[in-house]
């Protein structure tokens, strides 16, 4: 049996393995620095479908293709799933035809993390033996749904993050693999009261900075014991923020941290102001990216916390603040 | 460690428990035949609040209140969470303040199943000493997000549904209870073609079929072996159908079947054509009526297996057919 700690961090008796990962992108995520990290574009972000939420779909099929073929099987016992549509559409019509268990999630941006920590249970349980965790965002369906129309050309201010038009399927199992999900921790919600929905970077810190503390706490652990802290997606921003909480709060520096919203994109070259956000953020930078560069031996143990904004367009439009979340996991080589 | 079986169903070694569960409704909930089994309703559905979707988020507030005072905690470890709003927010804003490791979901009006089933993982594992699971829905939020505005009266077909106002949550732990889950089963999205969002309970019911089979192989039972076997939320149409659906393809009849769509409302006193549905509709019916039900001893082996209509407006507007999923669990005194 598990342990269970007093900050949420659960110890996994047989920690399960992350196989092999696949992610797809857009035209704008094959100009940036993880190009060569994807394993496929789509120049025109429609991946051959007629609406932005088909292509999304077919994102996600598409990742999931890859990463079960890098892993060398057919298929898994349970995906877990999610993406920011509107009743998660995106995931359910991806895995439709799947036949598998599936497992459906919404935790905004933490959905992968979310995915991850979830599938690690299953593993740990005995419950599965392979599963895969599928997540997506597509900047054309984002922008529409949640802003404005996309002919409007509608004007971002400085601490906005660009939805990353990107699908990320990260393949786990029981028995052998890159690395290891040694503890998990599903967050609880933060909200410090900010409103700007043009300003998540600041919302999820505070959720960050949780998840990740109680992490250090439960397992006597500090920065220092890690070689990477990896958030999803914080951007600039965000990343900037965390590192401020935890020198205030704990006197502690984050000198091994990076955020999947500060990869994606280049800051000069590629005008996105604070950074990458969505779903598929994290989730492409970790299927292929993190989990390659833990294989080719850069980093041994890592905190990967994943942080979401749980606000809709209508409750910004009521006045609410945004709750935020974030769900981290040790993964140790 | 558990037993994981060819059609997707898992063995709980260490099966938890059932503790109590807490309802709350609207007037028409009030009127209908489960008016006993309600803590609390709002004669207006607004619950103190300036909003349809405030008004969500204080029920589930109000029915994990009841739940714990019911079940003699305070605090549980994990809330399992969903609903129908967009992104979720009901949920998210409801249990902002728990300061609670928080697992949000999205299966639809499926969203209380899966949550039992990940709740029931979760416990079996050690990972938890007690769950909440807290899903709801409100007709007014709902029927202004996937239809029509509330004021413009649009009429609806015999096939439809009414989408219950009501918040549902229950408490499950590891030592004693009601009723122990012995099994779970986590759904395949199943797509036959049905396009008409209006019906959705012929979308849902080839769902139900698949996963409550899937559980009568993997545990060599059937119907007979059960006293009760609920589905939520088929509505009356959807059930006829599920029950066509297992005489054809298996030879089955199934006797002690019940419907949570079919429960909530008076067929002939309250004009809600094909019965209720919506994510709170099962959560409502399931945390005390059924619970109780058991606790009386009037069924001691049950199936409980919630539908859900993975759709979204988009989707239909697309020209989309209905993916449903259904997650389903084996329970016993």
Same mark, same amino acid.
């Given at each position: 049996?598990?342990?269970?700690?007093?900050?949420? =961090?659960?110890?996994?008796?047989? +920690?399960?393995?992350?196989?092999? !990962? *696949?992610?797809?992108?857009?035209?704008?995520?094959?100009?940036?620095?993880?190009?060569?990290?994807?394993?496929?574009?789509?120049?025109? *972000?429609?991946?051959?479908?007629?609406?932005?939420?088909?292509?999304?779909?077919?994102?996600?099929? /598409?990742?999931?293709?890859?990463?079960?073929?890098? $892993?060398?099987?057919?298929?898994?016992?349970?995906?877990?799933? *999610?993406?920011?549509? %509107?009743?998660?559409?995106?995931?359910?019509?991806?895995?439709?035809?799947?036949?598998?268990?599936?497992?459906?999630?919404?935790?905004?941006?933490?959905?992968?993390?979310?995915?991850?920590?979830?599938?690690?249970?299953?593993?740990?349980?005995?419950?599965?033996?392979?599963?895969?965790?599928?997540?997506?965002?597509?900047?054309?369906?984002?922008?529409?749904?949640?802003?404005? +129309?996309?002919?409007?050309?509608?004007?971002? +201010?400085?601490?906005?993050?660009? #939805?990353?038009?990107?699908?990320?399927?990260?393949?786990?199992?029981? %028995?052998? !693999?890159?690395?290891?999900? #040694? /503890?998990?921790?599903?967050?609880?919600?933060?909200?410090?009261?900010?409103?700007?929905?043009?300003?998540?970077?600041? $919302?999820?810190?505070?959720?960050?900075?949780?998840?990740?503390?109680?992490?250090?706490?439960? =397992?006597? #652990?500090? +920065?220092?014991?890690?070689?990477?802290?990896?958030?999803?997606?914080?951007?600039?921003?965000?990343?900037?923020?965390?590192?401020?909480?935890?020198?205030?709060?704990?006197?502690?520096?984050?000198?091994?941290?990076?955020?999947?919203?500060?990869?994606?994109?280049?800051?000069?070259?590629?005008?996105? /102001?604070?950074?990458?956000?969505?779903?598929?953020?994290?989730?492409?930078?970790?299927?292929?990216?993190?989990?390659?560069?833990?294989? $080719? *031996?850069?980093?041994?143990?890592?905190?990967?916390?994943?942080?979401?904004?749980?606000?809709?367009?209508?409750?910004?439009?009521?006045?609410?603040?945004?709750?935020?979340?974030? /769900?981290?996991?040790?993964?140790?080589?």
């Amino acid at each position: 049996l598990n342990t269970h700690y007093e900050n949420g =961090t659960i110890k996994l008796e047989n +920690p399960p393995y992350f196989i092999a !990962g *696949g992610a797809v992108g857009g035209k704008k995520e094959s100009e940036g620095p993880l190009c060569d990290w994807l394993d496929e574009f789509s120049e025109d *972000g429609r991946f051959e479908q007629d609406t932005w939420e088909k292509a999304e779909s077919e994102m996600q099929k /598409h990742a999931l293709y890859y990463a079960l073929n890098r $892993a060398g099987i057919d298929k898994v016992d349970f995906i877990f799933s *999610g993406d920011l549509l %509107n009743q998660c559409t995106a995931s359910a019509f991806a895995h439709r035809e799947s036949n598998t268990s599936y497992v459906g999630l919404y935790g905004a941006c933490s959905t992968f993390a979310e995915g991850l920590c979830l599938s690690s249970l299953f593993l740990n349980s005995g419950s599965a033996e392979y599963t895969a965790t599928s997540v997506s965002s597509h900047f054309c369906s984002a922008e529409r749904q949640y802003r404005y +129309p996309l002919n409007y050309g509608g004007q971002r +201010p400085p601490t906005a993050q660009w #939805t990353v038009t990107g699908a990320g399927t990260t393949i786990m199992g029981c %028995n052998s !693999g890159i690395a290891r999900v #040694t /503890h998990i921790n599903f967050g609880k919600i933060v909200d410090m009261g900010i409103k700007d929905a043009n300003n998540m970077g600041a $919302a999820m810190a505070p959720a960050a900075f949780d998840t990740i503390n109680a992490i250090f706490k439960d =397992t006597d #652990t500090n +920065p220092a014991d890690y070689d990477l802290i990896v958030t999803g997606d914080l951007g600039f921003l965000g990343k900037k923020l965390l590192c401020e909480i935890f020198k205030k709060e704990e006197g502690f520096e984050l000198p091994n941290i990076i955020d999947c919203g500060e990869e994606m994109f280049s800051k000069s070259a590629q005008d996105v /102001h604070s950074g990458a956000s969505g779903a598929g953020c994290s989730a492409t930078v970790f299927s292929r990216f993190i989990l390659e560069q833990i294989k $080719a *031996g850069r980093w041994k143990k890592i905190i990967f916390a994943g942080t979401g904004a749980l606000l809709s367009p209508l409750s910004t439009q009521q006045g609410e603040s945004i709750p935020s979340i974030c /769900h981290g996991m040790v993964i140790e080589v």
